[in-house]
C-alpha cells in the first residue's frame, strides 16, 4: 500500500495597491495580519524581491512573517 504525501504548493497572492483605499495598509490573504507600508521594521513582513523597471518600483514580493504566505505587490505610482 502506498502512502499519501502532502505536497506544500507555495501560493503567492497578488494585490494591486490601486485597489487599496486609505494609507495602503492591508490585511494578509491568509492569515489577516495588517501589513503597513509604513512599518519598515519587517516584524510582520520580510521583503523577498524587488523588480525595477526604468528606475522605478515595479513589482514587490514579500512574505507575511506570521504564515509565510508569500505576495506579490504591484500597483506602485509611477
Do not use: W
Amino acid at each position: 500500500m502506498m502512502k499519501k504525501t502532502a505536497i506544500n504548493k507555495k501560493v503567492q497572492h497578488s494585490i494591486d495597491l490601486t485597489k487599496i483605499d486609505g494609507d495602503g495598509a492591508f490585511p494578509c490573504p491568509n492569515c489577516g495580519v495588517v501589513i503597513s507600508p509604513e512599518d519598515e521594521t519587517e516584524q510582520v513582513y520580510r521583503i523577498i524581491d524587488t523588480k525595477v523597471r526604468n528606475d522605478e518600483l515595479f513589482e514587490l514580493t514579500i512574505m507575511c512573517n506570521s504564515c509565510k504566505t508569500e505576495m506579490r505587490l504591484t500597483g506602485f505610482q509611477q
